[in-house]
């Protein structure tokens, strides 16, 4: 069984839960920090506000950050 993280709701400070929608952030400055950042769109469990925020943050020369920008690009 696989534990989804949860980030805080901006709106009423819940718990945010994943809804699998992920994208490889792919701004100037994300790069030049050297870092494949991975963002999510999330789903509070008690507003239901849906919201936007970092999910991973991985090396950009890893074998993590070249499977992620592969499940990107096939999505």
Excluded: H, Y
Excluded at 3 to 22: A, F, S
Aim: glycine share 10%; net charge positive.
């Amino acid at each position: 069984m696989s534990k989804k993280k949860t980030k805080e709701c901006p709106e009423c400070g819940g718990e945010g839960v994943p809804t699998g929608k992920t994208w490889p952030l792919t701004s100037p400055m994300a790069l030049m920090s050297g870092k494949l950042i991975i963002m999510g769109t999330l789903e509070c469990q008690d507003c239901g506000n849906k919201f936007r925020k970092k999910l991973k943050e991985l090396p950009l020369e890893g074998p993590e950050a070249k499977k992620e920008m592969e499940n990107s690009k096939e999505e």
